[in-house]
Every structure is written in C-alpha cells, then in structure tokens.
C-alpha cells in the first residue's frame, strides 16, 4: 500500500521557521521524484520545490533561498525546511511522487501519481 504520511505543519510569526517531513513507503521510491505543493484557501495548488532520483532540485521562485529540500534515502523521507517565513507561505502543503521517467513540468501536479494527506502551515503578521 503506497503512503505518503506529511508532518511538521504548524502555526509561526512572519519571519520564523518550520521543518516538514514526509515519510515515504509502499514503491521503489528510488525510482520517483519528489516534490513538495502547497495550496492556499480560494487558490490554486502551486509547486514549491522537487527533488529528482539524482538529487538535483528545483524550486519556484516564490521560495529561492528561503526554503529547502532534502532526502533521507535511508528512511525513505523528505524534508523541507522553511526559512523567513511570510503570510503568503500560509497553505496546505502535501508531498507527492512521480516516476522519474514521467514527461512534464515538475510543478504540474497532474502528473504525479501519489499525494499525502497534507499538512498545514500557517503563518501570522
């Protein structure tokens, strides 16, 4: 059974940090990128960043330099910290997986084949 378990949401003033996790079982996860989405209320979802089979990554600009990817392949998890945080960080953040070899953006959630339940981030001014 594939499971993707989120942790680490929580509430933080504008400027603070926090540190998700996203524990990983089920598939040969070494074959599968990951990446990390988050949506806010009356938005759309967006993709915040992924981490491919080989390590490389890539983020959207909203978060350069603030947030951060990594992998634990060991434990089969991921993580990003979250670093100056801003209201506009506030949302529902999932992780997902796709197969390595699947064409497409990597923020296009659509070609991910499975998601977590979700975790949320708030952020106040």
């Known amino acids: 059974q594939v499971q993707l378990v989120e942790s680490g949401g929580g509430a933080v003033q504008a400027g603070g940090s926090l540190r998700l996790s996203c524990a990983a079982s089920?598939?040969?996860?070494?074959?599968?990128?990951m990446a990390w989405f988050r949506q806010a209320p009356g938005k759309e979802r967006e993709g915040v960043v992924t981490?491919?089979?080989?390590?490389?990554?890539s983020y959207a600009d909203s978060v350069k330099g603030r947030f951060t990817i990594s992998q634990d392949r060991a434990t089969n998890r991921i993580f990003l910290q979250m670093n100056s945080l801003k209201t506009e960080d506030t949302g529902t953040y999932y992780c997902?997986?796709?197969?390595?070899?699947?064409?497409?953006?990597?923020?296009?959630?659509?070609?991910?084949?499975?998601w977590g339940q979700g975790t949320q981030v708030t952020v106040s001014s």
């Open positions: 089920g598939y040969d996860t070494g074959r599968y990128c």
């Open positions: 997902a997986a796709r197969p390595a070899f699947k064409a497409g953006e990597w923020s296009d959630g659509r070609t991910y084949d499975y």
């Open positions: 981490i491919d089979t080989d390590g490389s990554t």
